[in-house]
C-alpha cells in the first residue's frame, strides 16, 4: 500500500514540510526539503526516532526538593511513556552528583537516567 | 572578624548583579582579564538563574559543541566561579543603585548591605508578561499561572498544578510546558496562538507538540475564561488579519489550567533606579559597543538586555561585559559616537552605538526583525555605502539574528557619521 507522511525537518528555522513516500512501510520518494538534512532526518524520524528524555526526581535530606535527571542517550521515541513510568515512582536520597546514574537500564533500553544537577545535603526551606 | 548588624558597607570593585548565566560568564571573564575584587549578588538561594528550571536539554550546542540541560550548563559556569574563588552572595535582594554606584541590597545575614562599586554589570534576566497585560474577560479564578511559574512548582517544587491544560501562546516555555505536563500525567489540550506564526523554536514544535499529538492552533486567541473559583473553561475563537476575534468561531475547551506564555519582557526596575536609559522596543537598556549604559561604569548583558532564546548567545554576550568592565576599571572609557540606525524590518540593535576607535577585532551586533521575510538580504551601510550584503533564506521574530561590523570597515570609512542596517529584498 502506498501512504504519504509529512513532517517537519528542525535542522533549522525554514522549518520545511517534507514529504515521504511510504510503500509498504518502505521510505520512497522524499520532497519538500530544501537542503540534504532534511532528506536524512526524514528517514531517521521515519526508521528509528529517539529522543533525550528529561524530568525531575524527589530527592530525601538534600537542599533541593527535586533533581533534575535525563537519559544518559537518546532513547526510541516509543519508549517514553514507559520510561516515565518508571522515573514517576522513583525517589531519591542526598547527596547526589551531576552526571551520577539513578536509574539503570531504563524501559530496557540499555540506557542509564543520570542526574544533571548536584544535590548536597540539606534542609530546604 | 566583623560583627554581625544591621548596617554593612563594603568596596569592591566590580559588583555584579544576578547569578545566571549572564552574570557568572562575566564573572569569569572579568577575572581573567585582571579583576580579582568580585562580588555577585543573587536574590534566589542559588546560582544559575532561570536555567535551574529548564530541565530540558537543548542549550550550550555552540559554546560546548554538546547538548546540554539548562542545570548541567549553568553548573559548568558555577564550577568555573568556585574554582576562580568569586564570591557570590545568594538570598541577596539589591534594592537600589545609585547613579555614582551606590548599591543597596538586603539579605538575612547581613541585614541591609551598601556597596561601593567601582563599575557594575547588570544581569537580572527578565520576567514574564503577567496576565494583566492580557486583558482576557473572565472571572479571577484559580488554575491561571505564566508558563514560567508552573515550570518552576513542576521542576523545582515537584508540584503539578493541574490535570487539564490548555496553553495560550507558542512561545517557548509554553511548548516545553505542554511536553513536560504530558509527561507528568496531565492532557494537554490545546496551544493557542494569536499570530499566524509561533514565535517557538521549530524543534520545540516538533519535539513537544507533535510528538505528542498536541493541537497549534494559529489565529486563534482566548475571548472568555469560565469558572468561579477555580477555571473549568476556556472559549476561543479564530482572528482576522487585524488578530480581532472572528464571531461564530467560538468553541469552548474544558480545563482546570490555563498557562500563559505570551512573552518575556528584561527586568529592568533597577536600571530605572539608577537612570539608566531605556529602549522602548526591547525593554532594555541601550548601550554602546561596550555594552556600557548611558550611565558611565554600569553596564548590562544577558536576558535584561535584551530577552535571547539561546543561552550561548547570552553566555557570548557576558563575555563582553566582562571583558570591557574590566577595561572600565582600567580607566578606558567609552562614549556613543556612531548611532546604528535601524530600518526596513530590523526593530532594534545591540548595541545601538559604535565608537569606531573600540572596535579592534569584529563586533557582533544583534538584532530581531518584526515579521517572517524569506529569501531576503540583510544589509549594512556605512554612509550610504552596501559593505554587508547577507542571503538570508529565512529571518523570523522568533529568532535573534547578527552581524559584524568589521575593524576594516571603520578604516574605509574612517569619516563615518551613520551606520545603518536593514531588511532588503534584493
Ligand atoms: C523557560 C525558558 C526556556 C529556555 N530554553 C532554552 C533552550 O532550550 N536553549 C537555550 O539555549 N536557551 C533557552 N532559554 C534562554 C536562556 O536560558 C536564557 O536566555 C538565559 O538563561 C538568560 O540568562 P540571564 O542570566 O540573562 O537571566 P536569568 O537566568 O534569568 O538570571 C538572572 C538572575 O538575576 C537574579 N536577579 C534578578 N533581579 C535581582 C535583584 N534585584 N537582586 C539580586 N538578584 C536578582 C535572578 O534571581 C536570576 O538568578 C530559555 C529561557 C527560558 C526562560
Ligand atoms: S530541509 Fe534543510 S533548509 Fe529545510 S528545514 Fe531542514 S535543514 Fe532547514
Redesign the pocket.
Known amino acids: 500500500m502506498k501512504t504519504k507522511k509529512e513532517l517537519t525537518c528542525i535542522g533549522c528555522p525554514m522549518g520545511c514540510l517534507v514529504s515521504v513516500e511510504l510503500e509498504d512501510g518502505a521510505i520512497g520518494e522524499i520532497s519538500g526539503n530544501s537542503c540534504p538534512h532534511g532528506k536524512e532526518y526524514a528517514e531517521k524520524e521515519l526508521t528509528y526516532p529517539e529522543r533525550t528524555l528529561t524530568s525531575t526526581i524527589p530527592v530525601d535530606g538534600g537542599e533541593i526538593r527535586m533533581v533534575p535527571v535525563k537519559t544518559a542517550l537518546d532513547i526510541p521515541k516509543d519508549k517514553i511513556f514507559e520510561a516515565m513510568a518508571q522515573v514517576r515512582k522513583m525517589r531519591l536520597t542526598a547527596p547526589i552528583e551531576a552526571g551520577n546514574t539513578v536509574i539503570k537500564n531504563i524501559a530496557g533500553t540499555g540506557i542509564d537516567i543520570i542526574a544533571t544537577r548536584t544535590v548536597n545535603v540539606g534542609v530546604w526551606i | 572578624m566583623k560583627e554581625k548588624e544591621d548596617y554593612f558597607m563594603l568596596n569592591k570593585e566590580l559588583v555584579i548583579?544576578?547569578?545566571?548565566?549572564?552574570?557568572l560568564a562575566a564573572a569569569v571573564r572579568a577575572h581573567e582579564k585582571g579583576v580579582s575584587d568580585i562580588l555577585i549578588?543573587?536574590?534566589?538561594d542559588a546560582p544559575g538563574?532561570?536555567?535551574n528550571q529548564?530541565i530540558?536539554n537543548?542549550?550550550g550546542l555552540h559554546t560546548f559543541k554538546e547538548e546540554l540541560t539548562?542545570p548541567e550548563y549553568a553548573g559548568r559556569f558555577i564550577d568555573k566561579v568556585r574554582e576562580l574563588g568569586i564570591e557570590i552572595k545568594l538570598n541577596?535582594?539589591?534594592l537600589d543603585i545609585s547613579r555614582d554606584k551606590l548599591i543597596t541590597?538586603v539579605n538575612p545575614d547581613d541585614g541591609i548591605l551598601e556597596i561601593r562599586a567601582g563599575a557594575v554589570i547588570l544581569?537580572?534576566?527578565?520576567r514574564e508578561r503577567p496576565r494583566g497585560a492580557l486583558n482576557i474577560p473572565g472571572s479571577r479564578c484559580a488554575g491561571i499561572f505564566t508558563a514560567?511559574t508552573a515550570?518552576r512548582l513542576v521542576n523545582i517544587d515537584g508540584y503539578m498544578p493541574g490535570k487539564e491544560v490548555v496553553i495560550l501562546g507558542s512561545g517557548?516555555?509554553g511548548l516545553?510546558m505542554a511536553r513536560r505536563m504530558t509527561l507528568e500525567g496531565a492532557k494537554v489540550k490545546a496551544v493557542v496562538e494569536l499570530m499566524p506564526y509561533s514565535t517557538g523554536l521549530k524543534r520545540n514544535i516538533v519535539q513537544c507538540l507533535d510528538d505528542y499529538g498536541i493541537p497549534l492552533l494559529l489565529s486563534h486567541t482566548i475571548t472568555k475564561i469560565g469558572g468561579k473559583k477555580r477555571l473549568e473553561s476556556v472559549t476561543i475563537s479564530e482572528v482576522d488579519e487585524s488578530r480581532r476575534p472572528i464571531a461564530g468561531t467560538e468553541q469552548t475547551i474544558d480545563c482546570d489550567t490555563l498557562l500563559l506564555s505570551v512573552g518575556?519582557l528584561p527586568?529592568n526596575e533597577?536600571s530605572r533606579i539608577c537612570g539608566v536609559e531605556l529602549s522602548p522596543v526591547t525593554g532594555g537598556a541601550i548601550v554602546n559597543e561596550s555594552l556600557q549604559t548611558s550611565v558611565p561604569g554600569v553596564f548590562a548583558c544577558?536576558?535584561?538586555l535584551h530577552v535571547?532564546?539561546?543561552?550561548?548567545n547570552?553566555s557570548a554576550e557576558s563575555y563582553l561585559a566582562g571583558e570591557t568592565a574590566a577595561a572600565f576599571l582600567r580607566g578606558e572609557s567609552s562614549g556613543r559616537e556612531i548611532l546604528i540606525k535601524t530600518s526596513g524590518g530590523v526593530r532594534y540593535t545591540v548595541p545601538a552605538y559604535v565608537s569606531p576607535s573600540h572596535v579592534t577585532q569584529p563586533l557582533e551586533v544583534r538584532f530581531r526583525v518584526g515579521e517572517v521575510y524569506k529569501n531576503s538580504f540583510v544589509s549594512v551601510y556605512f554612509d550610504g555605502q552596501r559593505e554587508t550584503h547577507l542571503k538570508k533564506r529565512i529571518l523570523t521574530p522568533g529568532e535573534m539574528e547578527q552581524v559584524l561590523l568589521r575593524p576594516a570597515h571603520f578604516k574605509k570609512h574612517s569619516d563615518c557619521k551613520e551606520i545603518s542596517i536593514r531588511v532588503e529584498a534584493d
Do not use: K, S, W
Open positions: 548583579i544576578g547569578a545566571g548565566p549572564a552574570g549578588l543573587e536574590r534566589d538563574g532561570i536555567l529548564c530540558h537543548g542549550f539548562g541577596t535582594m539589591v541590597a544581569a537580572m534576566g527578565c514560567g515550570q517557548d516555555i516545553i518575556l527586568e533597577l544577558g536576558n535584561v535571547h532564546d539561546l543561552v550561548d547570552v
